[in-house]
């Protein structure tokens, strides 16, 4: 989909080089688009395009937080936090909300992690976490809450891990994301396994594995999860179904 997107958005910008808030925002779409699909190159080329269309700065927060994030998949740590703060600063500034701000802390932070700059990313979920509060974004925060919960693993405080995982394992549920869930379920079978509590942390592994396998395959998995290493016991042959492993989980009835 964002293959075919970007696809109509490059041959509409081609066909009118007009300058105006349409064609900024088509240029940032585009740059987003590339930037998920991982042509950094091309995301960038475009973040440029929108800097000379928009001699106003009226697009700037949107083009430094996009900025942001593309260092951040470049591995640039310091232009990645510099950058989603002064996003933040901007449209604070400006006197709005951009909803698409919250979701920019969890690719920076999630791409420091991947770097193995904790400390870091931990301050920007920090950041990030206090304005899911301000704006009440709760299903961002569960995943904020999640990446916090990996930072703590990789630091290793398992008890505030644990805490964290729950946390946005509950708000998985209730908005009923599947692939959070899988993930969360993930990380707390690890955490049961390096608190020697084998038997279910065992459970909680088989049922991620199924998961992942009924949603679509590996490349969903987190990179953090995908680089714990596999427990030496057999998974269990009995799995539980995810909404039973959640339960478990979140050591609920």
Same mark, same amino acid.
């Given at each position: 989909m964002h293959i075919e997107g970007r696809g109509y958005l490059d041959r509409a910008l081609a066909a009118d080089l007009r300058r105006g808030p349409a064609r900024t925002r088509a240029l940032w779409v585009c740059a987003?688009?590339?930037?998920?699909?991982?042509?950094? =190159?091309?995301a960038e080329e475009r973040l440029s395009e929108c800097r000379e269309a928009d001699p106003g700065g009226h697009a700037g927060a949107y083009v430094t937080q996009l900025a942001a994030q593309v260092a951040a998949q470049r591995g640039q740590a310091? &232009?990645?936090?510099?950058?989603? &703060?002064?996003? &933040?600063? !901007?449209?604070?500034?400006?006197?709005?909300?951009? =909803?698409?701000?919250? =979701?920019?802390?969890?690719?920076?932070?999630?791409?420091l992690l991947?770097?193995?700059?904790?400390?870091?990313?931990?301050?920007?979920?920090?950041?990030?976490?206090?304005?899911?509060?301000?704006?009440?974004?709760?299903?961002? #925060?569960?995943?904020?809450?999640?990446? !916090?919960?990996?930072?703590?693993?990789l630091r290793g405080d398992l008890a505030a891990a644990g805490e964290h995982a729950r946390e946005a394992? #509950?708000?998985?549920?209730l908005f009923d994301d599947r692939t959070a869930q899988a993930a969360g379920i993930e990380l707390?079978?690890?955490?049961?396994?390096?608190? !020697?509590?084998?038997?279910?942390?065992?459970?909680?592994?088989?049922?991620? &594995?199924?998961?992942?396998?009924?949603?679509?395959?590996?490349?969903?998995?987190? =990179?953090?999860?995908?680089?714990?290493?596999a427990p030496q016991d057999t998974l269990p042959t009995e799995v539980l179904s995810l909404d039973a492993a959640t339960n478990l989980a979140l050591r609920e009835p």
């Open positions: 987003w688009a590339a930037s998920l699909q991982g042509d950094l =190159p091309g310091d &232009r990645a936090v510099l950058g989603i &703060r002064a996003a &933040r600063d !901007r449209h604070h500034s400006a006197g709005r909300s951009f =909803p698409g701000l919250l =979701p920019g802390y969890a690719v920076v932070a999630a791409c991947t770097l193995g700059d904790v400390e870091d990313a931990i301050g920007v979920l920090v950041e990030g976490l206090d304005l899911c509060e301000t704006y009440e974004d709760l299903w961002t #925060r569960s995943h904020l809450c999640h990446l !916090r919960a990996q930072a703590d693993y394992l #509950r708000t998985a549920r707390l079978g690890a955490l049961a396994v390096a608190e !020697r509590r084998a038997e279910e942390g065992l459970a909680l592994l088989a049922a991620a &594995r199924d998961a992942w396998a009924a949603l679509g395959g590996e490349h969903l998995r987190p =990179p953090l999860l995908a680089s714990i290493p």
